[in-house]
T-cell receptor
Framework: EAQVTQNPRYLITVTGKKLTVTCSQN?????MSWYRQDPGLGLRQIYY???????DKGDVPEGYKVSRKEKRNFPLILESPSPNQTSLYFCASTSWGEYTEAFFGQGTRLTVV | KQEVTQIPAALSVPEGENLVLNCSFT??????LQWFRQDPGKGLTSLLL?????REQTSGRLNASLDKSSGRSTLYIAASQPGDSATYLCAVPHQTGANNLFFGTGTRLTVIP
C-alpha cells in the first residue's frame, strides 16, 4: 500500500528543546516536502526536496531544517522550537512531473510551550 | 504571487443535496489543479487531479471542473452523504515548481443526516 508515514503523530515539547519529526514514503518518489497548517492561513510549504541531497526553502522556512540522505526519508528538524511553531505539520511526496498526484502523511500535531 | 481562495469557508447541507464548492486562483499559468479531502486526524487525501488541458474530471459522485482563463475550479458533489463531511481543499502548483503546492484555506462541509 502506498504510504507516507510521519512520526510522532502528537508531540508536546518545551521551548528550545531540539526535536525531529520523521517522514518516510514507500513509493520511490523523488519529490518530498513539508507543510504546516494554521487556522486561517491554510497549508504553507516549509521546505522541499527534489531528490537525495537536494533541498530548498519553501514559503516559511525560518526555524526549520531538513535533510535528504535517503530517497525514502525526509526528516524535519526544529533546532530550537518556539511557541509560534505550534502547528499541524504534514509531509508529502510525489513522483517527478507536472501531472502527478501528491500523497500526504497523517500529520503531526506539535505544541511548543 | 499566486493566491487561492475558497468560498464559502463553511457549508452545511441536508443529506441528499447536490452541492458545489468553489476555488479561485489568481495566476492562470498552472499545470494542474488538485482537490483534496481532509478528515480530522487522517491527513489529506487526493480526490481529483485535473490537468491544464482538461476541463473536467470525474470520480464517482465527484466532478471537478477547471476554467483556467477565468481562474476558477468547482467541485460538484452529487447526492451528498454524512460521510462526505470533511474539509475540502484545492491546490495549484507553486511558482517554485510543479510539484510544490499552493493551497486554499478550504471549505468545511457538514452533511446533516
Amino acid at each position: 500500500e502506498a504510504q507516507v508515514t510521519q512520526n510522532p503523530r502528537y508531540l508536546i515539547t518545551v521551548t528550545g528543546k531540539k526535536l525531529t519529526v520523521t517522514c518516510s514514503q514507500n513509493m520511490n518518489h523523488e519529490y518530498m516536502s513539508w507543510y504546516r497548517q494554521d487556522p486561517g492561513l491554510g497549508l504553507r510549504q516549509i521546505y522541499y526536496s527534489m531528490n537525495v541531497e537536494v533541498t530548498d526553502k519553501g514559503d516559511v522556512p525560518e526555524g526549520y531544517k531538513v535533510s535528504r540522505k535517503e530517497k525514502r526519508n525526509f526528516p524535519l528538524i526544529l533546532e530550537s522550537p518556539s511557541p509560534n511553531q505550534t502547528s499541524l505539520y504534514f509531509c508529502a511526496s510525489t513522483s517527478w512531473g507536472e501531472y502527478t498526484e501528491a500523497f500526504f502523511g497523517q500529520g503531526t500535531r506539535l505544541t511548543v510551550v | 504571487k499566486q493566491e487561492v481562495t475558497q468560498i464559502p469557508a463553511a457549508l452545511s447541507v441536508p443529506e441528499g443535496e447536490n452541492l458545489v464548492l468553489n476555488c479561485s486562483f489568481t495566476d492562470s499559468a498552472i499545470y494542474n489543479l488538485q482537490w483534496f479531502r481532509q478528515d480530522p486526524g487522517k491527513g489529506l487525501t487526493s480526490l481529483l487531479l485535473i490537468q491544464s488541458s482538461q476541463r473536467e474530471q470525474t470520480s464517482g459522485r465527484l466532478n471537478a471542473s477547471l476554467d483556467k482563463s477565468s481562474g476558477r475550479s468547482t467541485l460538484y458533489i452529487a447526492a451528498s452523504q454524512p460521510g462526505d463531511s470533511a474539509t475540502y481543499l484545492c491546490a495549484v502548483p507553486h511558482q517554485t515548481g510543479a510539484n510544490n503546492l499552493f493551497f486554499g484555506t478550504g471549505t468545511r462541509l457538514t452533511v446533516i443526516p
